[in-house]
């Protein structure tokens, strides 16, 4: 009885064997609009593939991912190519995307004007990060393919305007995968060469062939270089990132070098024009410097310059004799005072003066004498210490203190006893 029912997996590989052998099923094309967008960390695209009425869930795995050239976004309406098939464990069925283009617009013009956007928003595109193009630079540097028209137009086109110029190939390839990372290359060894330009750039092509000059890596290498870079890529009307990031566009590579060098005879009539320009900057200054010198010549001094002798020898002896009377008056000034000097009565009477000082000093001594303390012990009295204090009073002393009695020929240490 229950041989006729089937499993909800038994069911679900069954739809799924159905779709996956179904040749219409094999390779859709289906366009819609993105929602739902992530990318996950591994690499895979996992979103929604909508429009006005239906749905479709989408994965993109991190192998078809690395193939194109934009980062989609939600409501970024897309074309996509891919298989229709069943995920097993909730029974949806979902398109497995391979590739995938912007609807209107190609692959790598949305990946173009995304880059420009980041680079541009990051400021890698502004003026104040331009450096100078040397205007007569001796060393010039090309980072191109070694063979091909762009090159042959750089080097005859640098040769033709400015030969004193040394031109110096960094070869590199300049389409396909490894391009960019050989352009990048090729770039950080330009740094060993002490250029004073570098050109980086190719001849034409499609969008395909000048694509490593978009490429993220090759812009963020050129805007980093040392050396003022002239980008060359392409025509005129080609744009790429590398012209934003450059210091200098040219619209070609003949165009570069016609940028990066002088013509020659631009040099040589600027050089004539400045030797005309020095000669008479010379000759103006020889006329200013003889006319003053017919100046000076003309003055009345230089006419008659003995005048000049007779001036200075007039005010030399003017100054001498007035020499003469200051030193005559100075000696007859101190002559006089030392006259009067030798005449004061300290110097013809210095005895008067000392024998009122020695009266003065022998009163004083008498007096000293009479206030002093040995006197009085000459008569026969004494004085008594303790501890260097004189003792006037009993009260100040105590049985056992050590006493310093002073007499007239001495001193005695006595020891109290009895009060």
Known sequence: MNDKYITVTQLTRYIKYKIDNDINLNEVFLKGEISNFKAHSRGHFYFT??????????????SNTKKIKFMPEDGMKVLVTGKISVFEANGGYQIYVNDMLEDGVGNLYVAFEQLKKKLEAEGLFRKEHKKEIP???TRVGVITAPTGAAIKDIISTIKRRWPLAEIILFPSLVQGENAKEDIVKQIERTKDFNLD???????????EDLWPFNEEIVARSIYDCEIPVISAVGHEIDYTISDFVADLRAPTPTGAAELAVPQKVDVENYLNQLKIRLNKTIQHRININKQKLEEIKSRYIFQNPITIYQAKELQFDSILERLKSSSKLMISNKEKAFQTTMK????????KILEPKKNKYLQVISKLETLSPLLTIKRGYSMTKKEGKVVTSTKDIKIHDELEITLTDGTINAEVTKI
């Open 49 to 62: 593939l909508k429009d006005e009425n239906s749905r479709i869930n989408a994965i993109m795995f991190a």
């Open 135 to 137: 205007k007569i630079p």
């Open 197 to 207: 330009t570098l050109i980086v750039g190719r001849g034409g092509g499609s969008i």
């Open 344 to 351: 004061s009565f300290i110097i013809e009477n210095p005895l």
